[in-house]
Structure formats: C-alpha cells, structure tokens
C-alpha cells in the first residue's frame, strides 16, 4: 500500500500517424528542442504547485503523464474545454496520473485550466514556464508526455484528435489513457459506484488507509454507501492475502514484496480476520534465519545502488553485500553488478 499522495507511449512523428488531425496549434517558428528523455523527478523539478501533490516516487502502479498548457493562444482557447472534458471524463476511470502544468511565460495560475474542469482526484496542478525546455516540448501549447518506469517514453501533441465517424473528435492523450499503459488499480473495481471510487481515488495514491481513516471516512457515507465501502475494503485486504500467499512461492523479491505488504496489512488493520493472519506470518519470518538474511542483503544491495558515485565505489559496496550475505539472492546480483563493470 503506498505512503504518500502521489506503459508506454511510442515516440513518433505526428506526420506519420494515420487518422490524426493537427495543425490547430500555431507552428512557426517552433522547433523540437534536441534533448534526451527526462526522468519524471526532472521532470517535474522546480514546478510550483497548488496543492499538495503525490511525489514521482508514491505514485506506484499508476501511469504518470505531463500535460503542458497555455492560455495565450485564442485558436487553442476554442478548443481546449473540449480537450479538458474529454480528459476529465475519461481519467476518473483509468490507472493515471495527470500532471497539468502551466507553462505561461507572462501568465502565471492555473484558473485556466480550473475554470475549463480539468478537475478530478487524479489530476495535480502546477506553474513552470522552464518546464518546456526542460522536457524537449517544441512549444508550452499543450503537448504531453507518458512516462513509463519513471522515464520519459515520447513527446506529443495534446491538441491532436482523431475525427469520429459521428463528426465528433476523440483527441489523442484521451485515446492513449483507454489504451492499455500498464497502470493498475490496487484499491478501485470496475464495480464500484461512481461515488465511492472518487471517495476512495486518494487511497490509490498514497492517502493513508487504516482502521483510523476507515471510520473517518464511514462517517461521510449514508448507510446504502457504508455497506459497499466495508465490502470494497474486505475485497481489498482478500486480494492482500491473496498476493502475499502467492509470494511465499515466488522468488527472492516476490517473497520480500510479500513480507512487506504482510507488515502494513497487520500494522494498519490489526483488528481484522486478515490483520491477524499476517501478524502471525511476519511473526513467522521474523523468526527465519534465512529469510532475514535475504532482507538485510536487499537493504544493504539497495543502499549500495544508490549511493554507487563511480563504478570504484559500486564495487566497494557491492562487496560489502558479498561478504557477509553471498550466498543470498541479493550477494548474487552483486556480484553480478560488479562483474557487468569489469
């Protein structure tokens, strides 16, 4: 379950993308700036934010996107509530996370966008005109970004559509969201009332969910609501358990994954039939030599990875892991991290 608020798109020339309309952003003048793919922290560093916002790293199993926007262009001004209504209905539903920033050089605020409804308990708002360079836009008129393992994965044109059979338009960062980007609810259901997905939307994202927040929550709910919340909750903690059995038969990482979603089961709903039945299996593993070596191995092989400056100090610290822990899963990949920079 994930602490704190907060699938690939393919880069590729608007030109060469059949049945995509463009050309209602003005283009002169405008050239891609030359940059490499940007990480979502480099990405999103130096936003000024309304808000509170989910940081890259809380975000989890949702699929991020970056969407930039401008107000000072009265061609886009026709069409952006259109765009911004499409994106609102279609993001309620999907694995996503939108990060709408405005990019105004000279006007600052995202009333823009507020005023337009691009609102939804997924969709986080920010100012920062150095975003366009930042992330090789070829100008702040709403383009956008997917990222896919934190990483920049293309640029495109916001304003693009598809043209409907009906004679409406579908634009392209709403058919990209209904397109499978390998973002996945752990909380929501397909058959969750609307109401009680928007109530539960933070909890997907980081807002705290325990036993406490639970009765904070039921006591917003009528009694038709509190019945389905309890069963959406029960579901919940039962998909839980059932991943946290599956681990047990997996490898190395699925089995700590396992013993990590067993830990805040128990912490956070000690009082439940499922809260007690992963106290007593983290009771278990606390108890399992083996099983404790593999975790203090992938502590110390972590710490290793990310505070290596240099392929000497890698080696230094992978070496650690070795001597103590070779045998483990972990002392393997170290010694296979310092083998790949020999």
């Given at each position: 379950?994930?602490?704190?608020?907060?699938?690939?798109?393919?880069?590729?020339?608007?030109?060469?993308?059949?049945?995509?309309?463009?050309?209602?952003?003005?283009?002169?003048?405008?050239?891609?700036?030359?940059?490499?793919?940007?990480?979502?922290?480099?990405?999103?560093a130096?936003?000024?934010?309304?808000?509170?916002?989910?940081?890259?790293?809380?975000?989890?199993d949702?699929?991020?996107?970056?969407?930039?926007?401008?107000?000072?262009?009265?061609?886009?001004?026709?069409?952006?509530?259109e765009?911004?209504?499409?994106?609102?209905?279609?993001?309620?539903?999907?694995?996503?996370?939108?990060?709408?920033?405005?990019?105004?050089?000279?006007?600052r605020?995202?009333?823009?966008?507020?005023?337009?409804?691009?609102?939804?308990?997924?969709?986080?708002?920010g100012?920062?005109?150095?975003?366009?360079?930042?992330?090789?836009?070829?100008?702040?008129?709403?383009?956008?970004?997917?990222?896919?393992?934190?990483?920049?994965?293309?640029?495109?044109?916001?304003?693009?559509?598809?043209?409907?059979?009906?004679?409406?338009?579908?634009?392209?960062?709403?058919?990209?969201?209904?397109?499978?980007?390998?973002?996945s609810?752990?909380?929501?259901?397909?058959?969750?009332?609307?109401?009680?997905r928007?109530?539960?939307?933070?909890?997907?994202?980081?807002?705290?969910?325990?036993?406490?927040?639970?009765?904070?929550?039921?006591?917003?709910?009528?009694?038709?609501?509190?019945?389905e919340?309890?069963?959406?909750?029960?579901?919940f903690?039962?998909?839980?358990?059932?991943?946290?059995?599956?681990?047990?038969?997996?490898?190395?990482?699925?089995?700590?994954n396992?013993?990590?979603?067993?830990?805040?089961?128990?912490?956070?709903?000690?009082?439940?039939?499922?809260?007690?039945?992963?106290?007593?299996?983290?009771?278990?593993?606390?108890?399992?030599?083996?099983?404790?070596?593999?975790?203090?191995?992938?502590?110390?092989?972590?710490?290793?990875?990310?505070?290596?400056?240099?392929?000497?100090?890698?080696?230094?610290?992978?070496?650690?892991?070795?001597?103590?822990?070779?045998?483990?899963y972990?002392?393997?990949?170290?010694?296979?991290?310092?083998?790949?920079?020999?």
């Amino acid at each position: 379950m994930h602490r704190y608020y907060l699938a690939p798109i393919i880069a590729f020339s608007l030109f060469a993308l059949s049945g995509v309309a463009f050309g209602q952003i003005p283009q002169q003048g405008l050239q891609m700036v030359p940059v490499e793919n940007v990480s979502l922290d480099q990405a999103l560093a130096g936003v000024r934010w309304q808000g509170r916002v989910p940081s890259p790293a809380s975000i989890g199993d949702k699929t991020p996107i970056v969407m930039i926007y401008a107000s000072w262009c009265p061609k886009c001004n026709v069409w952006s509530p259109e765009l911004f209504a499409q994106i609102h209905e279609m993001i309620r539903d999907e694995p996503v996370v939108l990060f709408a920033i405005n990019a105004d050089e000279t006007t600052r605020g995202v009333r823009y966008a507020l005023e337009r409804n691009l609102v939804g308990p997924n969709i986080f708002h920010g100012d920062d005109p150095s975003i366009v360079q930042r992330m090789g836009f070829q100008s702040e008129l709403f383009m956008y970004s997917v990222f896919q393992d934190g990483m920049q994965t293309g640029r495109r044109s916001a304003g693009s559509f598809y043209p409907k059979d009906d004679g409406t338009r579908e634009f392209s960062i709403v058919r990209d969201m209904k397109s499978d980007m390998g973002g996945s609810f752990s909380i929501l259901t397909t058959e969750m009332s609307p109401r009680l997905r928007e109530m539960l939307w933070p909890a997907e994202i980081g807002a705290k969910l325990d036993e406490r927040s639970l009765i904070s929550l039921r006591k917003k709910m009528d009694d038709s609501l509190a019945e389905e919340f309890n069963t959406a909750v029960s579901d919940f903690l039962n998909r839980q358990i059932e991943t946290i059995k599956a681990s047990r038969e997996g490898t190395i990482p699925e089995q700590i994954n396992g013993f990590e979603i067993a830990e805040t089961v128990a912490t956070d709903f000690k009082s439940t039939p499922q809260g007690r039945a992963c106290r007593d299996l983290v009771e278990k593993l606390e108890q399992d030599e083996t099983f404790q070596n593999e975790l203090t191995a992938k502590k110390l092989y972590d710490q290793g990875q990310q505070k290596a400056t240099s392929p000497v100090t890698l080696k230094r610290m992978m070496g650690r892991v070795i001597s103590r822990y070779a045998d483990t899963y972990y002392g393997q990949e170290a010694q296979k991290a310092i083998d790949a920079v020999q």
